[in-house]
Structures are given as structure tokens and as C-alpha cells.
């Protein structure tokens, strides 16, 4: 009996260390969008609390981009910068990017975000895919933490390989 009481707390004390987060995402593609972008710059706008994860989803996703052969660049901003879309086009028009994908906070809170993101094809300048991800911790873990960073990026790349933006 005893055996099974500490078997019964191990389990608990694992399941309540494990992190528990919650990633959700919606999205609307242009039907007649059928590109598959190959160089894709990354524009992040996020509040300047949530700076730490936003860095990491930037590094994971453009990771993720140059294991499925896509080349990628990224900027990021928090929500008190003062650069101009200017700023930004200087900063991208040396990549000559094919598509320009935009991840901007409009939500945050305590260990939460909602991120609306937008494909816009840099030939045409037509936003051809939109998405709405929000991301959520719980109370015993951090948005900081890797584990919620790794489900939100496998979320959002899996997502885009469902719509056919990236390749499988």
C-alpha cells in the first residue's frame, strides 16, 4: 500500500511540474493564392513584456523555415518603437523577400497573448493569408518557458502547411 501511495505522489508531483499551456489557431487563406513563398521576411510587433517570447519565436520559426527550404529574414519591434514602415522597408529590401509574414500582438495579459498574423504576397502587396494564434500558460508555467514556445511554433508551422502557404 505504501508502494502505491508514493507511486500515486510521484505521478502528481510530475503532472503538477509539467507545463501546461494552451495554443489555438484560426486562419482565412485567399483561394486563389497557390504560391509557396521561398524567401519570407518575418515582421514581429509585440507588447514589451512579452519581448523574451517573441525573440523565441522568431529564432524557432526561422529555424523551422530553413529546415523545409525556405530562406527567411526578421525584424522585431515592442509596442513603444518609433521606426516609421520605412524603417522597415529599408531594413527588408535588401532580402528581396516573396511574401511578408506580420505577427502582431493585439492581446497580452498575465501568461497569455493573441497574435494576429498576416501573409501578404510582396509582388502583388495583397494580404493573401490571415490568422489569429493565441497562447496561453498556466498557473504553473511561463510563456518563457521553451516547452509552450515549441507547441505555439509547431502550431503555427502546422497550420501554414495545412493551408498550403509552406511545404509539408
Do not use: H
Not at 523545409?68 to 518609433?82: E, M, P
Not at 500582438?105 to 502583388?124: H, K, N, P, R, Y
Not at 495583397?126 to 515549441?150: I, Q
Amino acid at each position: 500500500m505504501k508502494a502505491k501511495l508514493q507511486l500515486l505522489f510521484i505521478f502528481f508531483a510530475i503532472a503538477s511540474i509539467q507545463s501546461c499551456s494552451t495554443v489555438k489557431i484560426a486562419s482565412n487563406k485567399d483561394g486563389k493564392y497557390t504560391k509557396q513563398p521561398k524567401k519570407i521576411y518575418i515582421v514581429v510587433i509585440c507588447d514589451t513584456k512579452m519581448s523574451a517570447f517573441c525573440n523565441e519565436m522568431i529564432n524557432g520559426l526561422q529555424k523551422r523555415f530553413t529546415a523545409k527550404g525556405i530562406n527567411s529574414g526578421s525584424s522585431k519591434r515592442n509596442t513603444l518603437s518609433l521606426a516609421t514602415e520605412d524603417d522597415l522597408n529599408k531594413e527588408m529590401e535588401p532580402f528581396k523577400p516573396e511574401a511578408i509574414l506580420t505577427i502582431k500582438q493585439t492581446v497580452s495579459g498575465i501568461e497569455m497573448g493573441t497574435f494576429e498574423l498576416t501573409l501578404t504576397d510582396a509582388g502583388t502587396q495583397k494580404n493573401v493569408w490571415k490568422g489569429e494564434l493565441d497562447v496561453s500558460a498556466d498557473s504553473y508555467t511561463s510563456l518563457k518557458d521553451s516547452d509552450v514556445v515549441n507547441k505555439t511554433l509547431n502550431t503555427l508551422v502546422n497550420k501554414l502547411i495545412e493551408d498550403k502557404i509552406i511545404p509539408n
